[in-house]
């Protein structure tokens, strides 16, 4: 990892791993599988065999079959697609839909613009580690509910949810369930075959595939229909046309193929580096973890610290990479939603820090994390006024 | 190629290194302290000055805040330090921002700036 930065914000996106840069390679040029593999020639049938080896790789990993799998351009476009065209599919049976204040704004963004379309979104709040108590949802559950969106792993806490006690209450009760699996795919186990998982997101960049490309897992358990809400070209069944990106989804599914290989080693190196990351702050005064100690993934440490301003804290940490609150905030210098959910008040979700590593990250990224976290807190206190 | 990054050298120099941060340390005839902040965007800033003969022989500041208004503090500190109390009626947030290239929507936090100059020109009589 160069040393100009140390990198610790692989929630929001990772490096591309080399062997998946060389399976990418492959597909550009005059002398790769670059044709349209929508054509019937030679050079199109070549390009298509290698989508389809793609597929079968993704489909290993999450334990399904290859043409439960739509290629889509990332985890926003797979989570629009699968609330959007599963409420739209259900609508003559019942408008009422299910999801978390937690979710990322993919999600609750497109549940918001359903509300304005006549469906009626009941949010459930988070328990104070951010998981979803399973009988509140059984109490939300009514006749008309069609559809529960609640995300495998937060993408600001870590937390995770219990998407097999979920998803059967959902396959009980005759409600599609839906997961954004974007912060867990090729990072924890995941086998469709047997979790009770009717549509899940997914997206390349969280786990060392390229950015700009996805996919949805439609499942053919019962009837699960989604309607498109693009059109054109007919591609991956009419439900998502475009021309598919060879390259991209050629990347997609080495990066599969690697995370079936080193998932369980990657999850005891993450494991290790957080437990030495928390022990090096645990004793910053006034520091909180946002970050549930059991039931989360190893691979995310959220803290907040009192008194401390975020933009002043995350400047003083130089050259660290981290993210303050989801990086698709970033820009917008709102508190986390996530965290204001958890019951933190405006300021200390505002100085939320959220830590993030994976297979390149060191012990000596973690060590520099360490320093420069204390020390910028120590700053930032300094200048502060006194209470 | 385009630089994104939303801090000027002098920003991040004086957010480094507040060399005006603290409090008044020196023996003077007045001592006086502005505390304002804004509720919004939950910013605070206490100034303070030691006044001695109508002349700020020291100005500190506290900051809650980011880094734009540290380094702002800073720098207004550095002006004002030496000079006249009347020279506090004349702090201009507007040049600040220029001079530190303060993104267009955090401006308004720089108003805090003139706010203490001013409560603390009051408390000077002027």
Redesign the interface.
Known sequence: MSREFVYLDYAATTPVAPEVVDAMLACLGRKGSFANPASVHIAGRRSAAIIDAAREQLAALLGTKPECLIWTSGATESNNLAIRGAANARAHRGRHLISMRTEHKAVTDTFRALAKEGFEVTWLNPDRNGALVVDELRQAIREDTQLVSVMHVNNETGAVQDIRAIGQLCRDRKVLFHTDAAQSVGKMDIDLDELPVDLLSLTGHKFYGPQGIGALFITDYGHCKVLPIAYGGGQEKRLRPGTLPVHLIAGLGAAAALAQTERAENLRHVTALRQRLWAGIADVGGIVSNTPDADSYPGILNVSSD?I?G??LM??MEPVCVASGSACNSTS?EASHVLRALGRS??EA?AAVRFSFGRGSSEQDIDVAIERYRYSVEHCR?????P | MRDSDP?NNEV?AR?EN?VH?GDIEGDYAEVLVA?VSESAQ?????LAAGIDAGIIREIRF??????HL?AAADSICEALVNQPVAGLASVDSNQLAERLSVPV?KTGRLLLIEDAARLLGEKAGI
């Open positions: 008194g301003d933009e002043s400047l003083g210098g405006d300021s505002q300094t200048l502060a006024p006194i | 801090y991040r957010f507040p941060a505390d939950g910013a605070r800033l206490v506290r900051a809650f805040g980011c880094p540290i929507r």
